[in-house]
């Protein structure tokens, strides 16, 4: 018998779940740009959705968080860049939102089959 989930309610959540992370990552490097010694941290967006699809729970994924490589690096140390942050946040958001539309859809689609098919008996 086939069911109505098709997956897309999972990965929809594991897309959001990775742009939560990443808000937090942006977040804590611009709280950081004045620490001295302090390395930009980040995932890599389309990797870890694409690992995060392939495991079974995503309980038990762990995204790789990685230092960022080529940024500029101040004299302290620090290679925090407000405005790559300032960005990568927008973007975030941004995804974040649209995903959260996404799956507001999704459900309003099952809900109006739920419907349709409760009517029909």
Do not use: C, W
Not at 35 to 41: A, V
Not at 59 to 75: K, M
Not at 109 to 120: K, P, R, V, Y
């Amino acid at each position: 018998m086939p069911t109505i989930e098709d997956g897309s309610i999972n990965r929809l959540a594991r897309f959001l779940d990775l742009n939560v992370l990443r808000g937090e990552l942006v977040m804590s490097n611009m709280a950081n740009v004045d620490t001295p010694g302090y390395r930009t941290r980040d995932i890599d967006f389309r990797q870890e959705l694409e690992r995060a699809s392939h495991a079974m729970e995503f309980a038990d994924f762990s995204p790789v968080v990685r230092t960022v490589q080529g940024l500029i690096e101040r004299p302290d140390g620090n290679n925090v860049s407000l405005e790559r942050e300032s960005l990568l946040l927008s973007d975030t958001q941004l995804r974040f939102n649209a995903g959260v539309q996404l799956l507001h859809d999704r459900f309003k689609m099952l809900s109006a089959a739920i419907n349709e098919g409760s009517s029909a008996s």
